[in-house]
């Protein structure tokens, strides 16, 4: 009887209970995302899965910003990280997750005491990890029609991209192709990195170990799939750093060469 229970607490709380999650996932499709095909898609989940089976969860909260930073900046739309702000939701309850944010400014004003605020036109890419008897008929369908792998017994990534609206509800989107890359890459190097943290010590009894880790940056060489190889480089530095902004950052090669030359007679300095 206690295990009956038990097993319908915890699904009570998967599909009705508070957490500092944004709620399930919103029901978008990949199939429907422009130069994203099954292959592609296999790489996605794989990559989730090998996330969820090191469980972040048991050590991470949502106060745990990470900085992530893929490749170059000059790699992705407008010259700029797509999300390079990282946290992990669902911890103390609620539905397991990542959020990535636009900034750390946008992860700061999003994370509340006990659950994510919605403020008005912060846009975070979400990857949710649901169970598959919760989920939507569309979801359901392409799982099996791709013999999608299972991140748990029974969960499955679900990934969107919600946006805050002014009125204070939600609107969702699919990714894009390269914010689903950016994704991947995320996904495989922050799986390698984050069992690397070490704890902090914080002065006084109510800290609990739980409470920070130590200033950290580590960069490691993560491998697309093949159908996501540009230009014969199949592998891409990821740096992932916590606090947000620890450590370097990316110079501007020419700025940098224009510094170490004196000035022309006559120019401004």
């Known amino acids: 009887m206690d295990v009956h229970l038990k097993n319908l607490f915890s699904r009570f709380q998967e599909q009705f209970g508070s957490g500092p999650g944004l709620g399930p996932g919103s029901g978008t499709c990949l199939m429907k995302v422009d130069g994203i095909g099954p292959p592609f898609i296999r790489s996605l989940y794989k990559a989730a899965a090998s996330l969820y089976r090191t469980d972040p969860w048991q050590r991470l909260r949502p106060g745990h910003l990470f900085g992530v930073k893929v490749g170059k900046d000059r790699d992705w739309y407008g010259r700029r990280q797509p999300f390079p702000c990282v946290q992990f939701i669902g911890g103390d309850g609620g539905t397991l997750g990542i959020h990535m944010f636009r900034s750390p400014d946008d992860a700061k004003k999003a994370t509340g005491p006990r659950e994510t605020l919605r403020v008005p036109n912060v846009e975070l890419l979400r990857v949710t990890y649901e169970l598959e008897s919760v989920m939507l008929a569309p979801q359901k369908r392409l799982m099996n029609l791709l013999a999608l792998e299972r991140s748990g017994d029974d969960r499955y990534p679900i990934f969107d991209v919600a946006r805050c609206t002014p009125s204070g509800g939600l609107g969702f989107r699919n990714p894009t192709g390269e914010e689903l890359r950016f994704a991947c890459a ?66 501007n090669r020419s700025a940098a060469e224009n510094s170490e030359q004196p000035p022309e007679e006559g120019s401004f300095c």
């Open 186 to 251: 995320v996904m495989k190097a922050v799986s390698l990195v984050h069992p690397l943290l070490v704890h902090g010590i914080q002065a006084g009894p109510k800290y609990p170990l739980s409470a920070s880790f130590e200033p950290f940056i580590e960069t490691v060489d993560v491998q697309w799939p093949m159908e996501m190889v540009i230009k014969g480089n199949d592998l891409v530095p990821v740096t992932i750093s916590h606090p947000p902004n620890q450590g370097y950052e990316e110079k």
